[in-house]
């Protein structure tokens, strides 16, 4: 189905068809855009951007590339086209046909699913609305882009959900999305990484590498939700969700990359002074982005989990690909845990630790990426790994959560320390204030296409076959 750009709301719900629907989205949209203005990109709103702009949802061919201004960019609201016949796949109703309205006693809890994640997007946009002044190339401030009016679309597409299925109360928490802000201490992110700063590119390529990747397993499992308009607007959300883990890879990589050819050239303790971003900084960041994202997971034991699960409301990771009977009444699942200062694993209802098994197959795709950043490094013929710190490093949700531990730490090896060994060695582990100011005084603006800054590599090829060197944003 082709989608009308002329429309205020482009859409392929027909949502002209549904006036008192219309009216709302509509009465909705200046405050998004005022949002969007106040909270969004500081600069560059008047600027032609390379963007891509879905136009269908048919996998083959749903995007249109072309330079327009953010504002003008047309946030929609696209569903994935509908599965034939599709039912509940798991839990007490799995066999009943999928339901298109919200089953009544579940209302609540599916309410919070949908505002949970329909809060992150906007926060993300919020995190990094000042890093378009410190662009390393016109390639990146495009991508920073692209990325923003797309999780601004996956706002759209929550609000849609909320304003055309929770009646007042969806009117009111689409509201509030507009109004809780990251980092504000009276009204915060309901998430803790989302609350958390963004202020220079390394962070923006770990954020987008690993909470975007959180991103990616929420909504895989949100998308097997038995509510089938939550699954189909998932489903679609997900085919953008790649570009903005690429972003973060990549982004990491040439980092990587960069830092390897200066420790060539000048060798390992010049890299810092010849404008780089040495490997051991790497490494901090990376602890801390991956610890922050593994807390979104939850608690290992979750009743709400379970009850999502058990309601059909959210499955797990590609759910009818798993081999088992879907409810999970006598399955288990082992997880690790803490005996005073020793790691073990227990074992216990699959139902009730299903947001760690979403965890573990989350830290295993982190892994894969790791990986790839390791043979750069290993390709420069330099002694160097990174590694995915310990599960339980700096963690703040769950039972890692030093209040859970009788006040014990855990490096990021999974030694267990103490209160006292932490305070002496988590600046060998996490950024310092010395390696935030360092990094973010390497932040400076280039915009002249093709060049690059100092402290990153060019990326190996441009968007959609442009060449590297392309003018990514008109500055003129
Ligand atoms: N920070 O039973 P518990 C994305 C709260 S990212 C603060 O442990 P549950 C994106 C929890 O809310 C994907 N609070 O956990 C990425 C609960 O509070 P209430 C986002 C936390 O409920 C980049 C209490 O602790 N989508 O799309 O089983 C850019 C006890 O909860 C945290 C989703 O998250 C935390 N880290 O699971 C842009 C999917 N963790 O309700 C976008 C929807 C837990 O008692 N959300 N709490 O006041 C969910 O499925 C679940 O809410 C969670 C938590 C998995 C997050
Ligand atoms: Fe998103
Ligand atoms: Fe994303």
Request: with cysteine.
């Amino acid at each position: 189905m082709a989608i009308d750009y002329q429309e205020r709301i482009p859409n392929n719900v027909d949502l002209s068809e549904d006036r008192r629907l219309q009216r709302a989205l509509e009465a909705w949209q200046p405050n998004y855009l005022q949002w969007w203005q106040e909270m969004g990109p500081t600069e560059f709103q008047a600027h032609n951007v390379y963007l891509r702009t879905a136009v269908s949802v048919d996998s083959k061919g749903w995007a249109n590339f072309g330079h327009v201004k953010m504002p003008d960019y047309r946030w929609g609201i696209f569903l994935a086209e509908p599965e034939q016949d599709r039912k509940v796949n798991f839990g007490e109703h799995k066999g009943e046909a999928a339901w298109q309205d919200v089953p009544g006693e579940y209302r609540g809890m599916l309410r919070r699913l949908i505002v949970t994640q329909g809060d992150t997007e906007p926060a993300s946009v919020e995190q990094q609305r000042q890093l378009g002044l410190t662009a390393p190339s016109l390639y990146d401030l495009r991508n920073l882009f692209q990325v923003n009016v797309e999780e601004g679309r996956h706002l759209w597409a929550m609000v849609y959900l909320l304003h055309g299925y929770f009646g007042r109360d969806g009117r009111e928490e689409a509201d509030a999305m507009l109004q809780r802000h990251s980092g504000d201490v009276d009204k915060p992110r309901i998430l803790g990484a989302f609350n958390e700063k963004t202020p220079d590119w390394l962070s923006f390529y770990m954020f987008t590498y690993f909470t975007d990747r959180d991103g990616k397993y929420q909504l895989a499992s949100l998308a097997e939700s038995g509510f089938d308009p939550l699954s189909r607007t998932c489903r679609f959300m997900l085919t953008e969700e790649a570009h903005h883990m690429f972003v973060g890879e990549t982004g990491v990589g040439r980092v990587i990359q960069r830092a390897c050819e200066l420790t060539n050239e000048h060798g390992e303790d010049a890299v810092r002074k010849m404008g780089g971003i040495d490997l051991p900084t790497v490494q901090k960041y990376l602890n801390f982005h991956f610890s922050v994202s593994l807390d979104l997971f939850g608690s290992e034991r979750s009743t709400n989990a379970a009850n999502f699960f058990s309601m059909g409301l959210k499955g797990r990771f590609e759910e009818t690909k798993i081999d088992d009977d879907h409810k999970l009444g006598n399955d288990i699942y082992p997880i690790l845990e803490l005996d005073g200062e020793k790691f073990v694993t227990r074992e216990d209802n699959a139902l009730t630790v299903i947001n760690e098994r979403l965890r573990d197959e989350y830290a295993i795709d982190c892994g894969r990426g790791v990986r790839r950043w390791n043979q750069i490094i290993k390709r420069h013929g330099i002694n160097f790994e990174l590694k995915l710190p310990h599960r339980a490093f700096n963690r703040q949700i769950g039972s890692f959560n030093q209040a859970n531990t009788g006040g014990l730490q855990v490096s990021p090896d999974g030694e267990v320390i103490t209160e006292a060994a932490w305070t002496e060695n988590h600046g060998n582990w996490l950024p310092t204030e010395a390696d935030r100011a360092f990094v973010i005084g390497l932040m400076q603006p280039i915009t002249e296409p093709g060049k690059y800054a100092a402290w990153i590599a060019p990326p190996a090829r441009g968007i959609n076959n442009q060449p590297i060197d392309f003018e990514y944003v008109r500055l003129n």
